[in-house]
């Protein structure tokens, strides 16, 4: 059998040996729209339960648009010129634009992928900064939440008259579903923020997981910090399997995006009615493989639906390495997910330890293999699971002492498929 898993910009073709019950899952998803523009404007002039973009806009001097960053294919080059067209429409010149990238703890794009994410007519006429977490002087204390993160957020996005956010909407390892309000924070937060979120408070609650948006106290905190800082408007939208636009939410940040969110969880539920022995997974390809961080999602999605010690082989092509400073140097230093675990227990949060911490969980439960060759070999004795030099090597190494035909789930599109077991409770809300 053979099946192409999203593998970098190429794509990797793999035979999979005989033997044994394999179950492909493959990213389901709408169609795409004949007319995405079209939709677009429509959606900004007849948006969920808010006054058209342009009514906003009205008296209004300046606006601050956050965007996401590099690792997200989100479609801004269709929905920004609209969007900017009706800001102007209403007043607000090109000068009282600022374009922010919400990098959240990511590294800032470079001049090559702002043209890349905002198209370079958009990028040379506006004002576009990257967020720098890093940077604290940047941000502004807007007060701390209920149960206590402090929130700073973006001086250039609180100082603007108009607050808009725009996401594409997919399963997140620990929000339940992108879009909307991570925009706001972890996009524009502060690390003194961000690490709050990602501390092992939020990361350990079961209900902190991919699909799990009504019950998920990390979901609940970031629509408390957008709303201190007064999220005005979004543009959320739905990708289709070649990542065309499917659908868009305009609108009210909460309303268009639980609808945005309905939407996408019923196209993408993968119910399956027992676990399987093992799964073969991706991290989606590029951008989302570009580093071993954000390829550890095909991971965590895959956990949901292997036996108790099954094992997950992830096949991630990390072109640029492990990932942030912080990240490789905790990745290089730990040598096993239980010593990991009993390391960060109520100490101060490092940068980057909520994608380990998410993977020591997946490890504790399961074999992980991994086959990602743009990863440096000095990592390799610290992945928590063994690394092999090529496809059919990793793939040998998942079947070699599995029972005649045991189950094997393949997910080439990684965490772009929402999969649960029938014995799995139901974790979206529409």
């Not at 939709?39 to 339960?49: I, N």
């Not at 996401?68 to 000068?95: F, K, M, Q, S, Y």
């Not at 119910?271 to 022995?277: H, K, N």
């Amino acid at each position: 059998m053979r099946v192409e898993l999203a593998f970098g910009k190429t794509g990797l073709l793999v035979d999979l040996p005989p033997g044994f019950r394999y179950r492909v899952l493959e990213a389901r998803s709408a169609q795409p729209l004949p007319d995405p523009e079209g939709a677009v404007q429509e959606a900004l002039d007849r948006p969920l339960a808010s006054p058209s973009l342009t009514e906003l806009a009205r008296g209004k001097r300046t606006a601050a648009v956050a965007v996401c960053d590099i690792t997200r294919p989100a479609p801004n080059r269709i929905v920004l010129p609209p969007l900017l067209e009706r800001l102007h429409r209403a007043g607000i010149g090109p000068d009282g634009v600022t374009i922010l990238i919400a990098t959240g703890l990511h590294r800032a794009a470079t001049a090559a992928e702002i043209e890349e994410i905002l198209g370079p007519d958009t990028a040379a006429r506006y004002h576009v900064a990257n967020h720098d977490a890093r940077n604290l002087s940047e941000h502004r204390f807007v007060g701390r939440t209920g149960s206590g993160t402090p929130v700073y957020i973006d001086e250039r996005f609180l100082a603007a008259d108009l607050h808009i956010t725009l996401g594409f909407i997919e399963p997140h390892l620990m929000l339940g579903f992108s879009g909307g309000r991570k925009l706001i924070a972890p996009g524009l937060a502060a690390r003194e923020t961000i690490e709050v979120l990602h501390s092992s408070r939020f990361m350990r609650d079961p209900r902190a997981v991919e699909g799990s948006i009504e019950d998920n106290p990390l979901h609940h905190e970031l629509l408390e910090i957008a709303r201190m800082v007064r999220h005005d408007f979004i543009v959320d939208v739905a990708l289709a399997r070649n990542r065309r636009i499917a659908a868009v939410f305009a609108g009210h940040p909460v309303e268009a995006h639980q609808a945005g969110v309905a939407f996408v969880s019923s196209v993408l539920l993968e119910r399956l009615e027992q676990p399987v022995d093992a799964v073969i997974t991706t991290a989606a390809g590029y951008p989302l493989d570009l580093t071993f961080y954000q390829a550890i999602k095909g991971v965590t999605a895959a956990s949901h639906i292997v036996k108790p010690g099954g094992r997950i082989l992830l096949a991630a092509a990390c072109d640029e390495g492990a990932g942030a400073a912080e990240f490789s140097r905790m990745l290089r230093e730990f040598r096993s997910a239980h010593q990991f675990l009993e390391a960060i227990e109520g100490q101060p949060v490092t940068i980057d330890q909520w994608q380990l911490e998410k993977l020591a969980l997946v490890v504790e439960k399961a074999q992980v293999l991994f086959y990602v060759p743009g990863l440096a070999e000095e990592y390799y004795p610290s992945l928590w699971g063994t690394a092999y030099p090529s496809a059919p090597a990793a793939i040998e190494a998942l079947t070699v002492g599995l029972p005649p035909q045991a189950t094997i789930a393949v997910i080439p599109e990684g965490p772009y498929v929402l999969a649960k077991t029938a014995a799995a409770p139901e974790l979206v809300s529409a």
